[in-house]
């Protein structure tokens, strides 16, 4: 699908005047065991907010041109990769079997008996909520299309209602609003919740189109996936017994998330099982410093010594081939971005 092909799509879903809002709780599984993987660990429960009829044309409004701010003519779409340039591009992801609770969330939870919001118990949590949803239905197709956008306290407010009783005045506060209605000035009974004009994803005919990377991650749960393997990466790579200084690396794989991404992409492109094989490890990486004027130091073992964090770095920047060469010019290029030629997106 193009991406004209696909904002027309969209669009022709947005228009619907059936638009649902949801809020959704991520709560771990009651069946949940510990070796589990955390995006089979957790399910989301979408809880339905009523809208009022003169906010749908905003919310309406508001995801239309979202939508066609981040879907122009010419951007590119691509299947998703954990490391990649996404700043101008659409990623897809339709491999819902391994992020299996969201994938219940989809397909089972959206699709059933949702419970709205009303009591004031409820509300009150609205700040723990995980996520927002919206969710456009295209009567002629039966079909449903989500918008998705991953929530965090601070961006959601909500004000709560104060005592208006002297006392609690002296010591809170409290708040209040200009009624038009009436011009007059009066206390504020209820809770303001803040709707941004932003979408990390969409969901529509069993694919993902990705809007912002990092936030579908959180969404799913796979950054916690992403941390978990780094870490196990990282005691694969001290098996191999190639780095003296392994504290650094560990060190950056669990402060810095782009490192994290990176020596998955050095796993997911065979730079860590190419090591198991190699005869010369400190050979290759002679090699590639003298190429990228980056000077690796061993002891007399052979191992390559990583004395600090920045060395740490460098060694994990070659691995994922942070570095690349051109063909024509054979310039040398910093950039995390890179798929395999002829090699099928995972």
């Not at 601070?154 to 004000?159: G, L, Q, T, Y």
Request: one cysteine or more.
């Amino acid at each position: 699908m193009t991406a004209l092909e696909l904002l027309n799509e969209l669009e022709e879903y947005t228009k619907s005047n059936v638009v649902h809002m949801y809020l959704v709780e991520r709560k771990i599984k009651p069946n949940a065991k510990a070796k589990n993987k955390p995006s089979e660990r957790f399910e989301y429960i979408p809880l339905q907010i009523n809208l009022n009829a003169a906010l749908v044309p905003i919310v309406k409004g508001m995801l239309q041109e979202v939508i066609k701010r981040k879907i122009k003519e010419d951007v590119e779409i691509k299947p998703y990769e954990v490391i990649d340039d996404t700043e101008d591009k659409l990623q897809t992801y339709s491999d819902l079997g391994k992020i299996t609770g969201f994938q219940e969330f989809l397909n089972t939870r959206l699709g059933g008996e949702i419970k709205p919001l009303d009591s004031f118990e409820e509300i009150y949590q609205l700040e723990k909520a995980w996520a927002i949803c919206y969710g456009f239905y295209h009567n002629e197709k039966k079909k449903w299309l989500y918008c998705i956008k991953k929530l965090a306290p601070r961006n959601m407010v909500i004000d709560i209602e104060t005592s208006t009783s002297v006392i609690d005045a002296m010591k809170n506060g409290f708040t209040s609003q200009f009624d038009i209605s009436t011009k007059t000035l009066k206390p504020f009974t209820g809770f303001s919740l803040n709707l941004e004009p932003s979408i990390d994803l969409i969901y529509f005919d069993e694919h993902i189109y990705i809007f912002r990377k990092k936030a579908f991650e959180d969404i799913t749960s796979l950054t916690e996936e992403f941390e978990i393997f780094a870490n196990e990466l990282v005691a694969e790579v001290e098996q191999i017994d190639f780095i003296d200084g392994m504290q650094y690396l560990s060190t950056i794989i669990n402060s810095k998330p782009a490192f994290r991404n990176k020596l998955i992409k050095a796993k997911n492109i065979g730079n860590i099982d190419f090591l198991k094989t190699c005869k010369d490890i400190k050979k290759e990486f002679q090699r590639a410093g003298k190429k990228l004027e980056i000077k690796f130091n061993f002891d007399l073992s052979g191992k390559i010594i990583a004395s600090n964090e920045e060395e740490a770095e460098s060694i994990i920047k070659v691995l994922s081939e942070y570095y690349k060469e051109g063909i024509f010019a054979r310039k040398i290029f910093e950039s995390p971005a890179g798929r395999l030629k002829n090699n099928s997106s995972k």
